[in-house]
């Protein structure tokens, strides 16, 4: 193993878990697309030491992370929507974040955070759709 291996694995181990199989290996490879670096000096050395810390859940920290892009207006809120799903957070928990960091930042924020959201969430169904085939009821 050579130096610059061990953090990319380190990196890649993360997107994994936080991601999931599937939707990590994808965003993975589009890290891997970046010929600038950054975003692999952000995957591979920055975000495993912030995500790796063990005091808050995931999920909660993914649900402070949706709050936190629904108060800023960022498109980036759906891959995190999607990780969340993920880690079993619900639709109302996510939708509840929303409306809480909207009555605190603004309900056009929160308005285009739930139409995000609901394109994260009929992202990740199509992708579920595709692997799993379709759910028994």
Same mark, same amino acid.
């Given at each position: 193993m050579t130096q610059d291996s061990k953090p990319q694995s380190r990196g890649r181990a993360m997107f994994l878990r936080i991601f999931g199989p599937h939707y990590g290996?994808?965003?993975?490879?589009? &890290?891997?697309?970046?010929?600038?670096?950054?975003?692999?000096?952000?995957?591979?050395?920055?975000?495993? &030491?912030?995500?790796?810390?063990?005091?808050?859940?995931l999920p909660t920290?993914?649900?402070?992370? &949706?709050?936190?892009?629904?108060?800023?207006?960022?498109?980036?809120?759906?891959?995190?929507?999607?990780?969340?799903?993920?880690?079993g957070v619900t639709r109302e928990q996510i939708e509840e974040v929303i409306m809480l960091a909207g009555l605190e930042s603004g309900f056009p924020a929160a308005t285009a955070a739930r139409r995000r959201m609901e394109q994260a969430i009929s992202a990740h169904e199509n992708m579920m759709y595709q692997i799993e085939g379709p759910a028994r009821t």
């Open positions: 290996t994808e965003l993975c490879a589009q &890290i891997d697309e970046d010929r600038t670096g950054f975003n692999q000096v952000l995957m591979e050395q920055i975000s495993p &030491i912030v995500w790796e810390m063990d005091k808050v859940e920290k993914l649900l402070a992370v &949706i709050a936190v892009f629904t108060a800023l207006n960022r498109e980036d809120i759906s891959f995190f929507v999607r990780a969340a799903l993920h880690h």
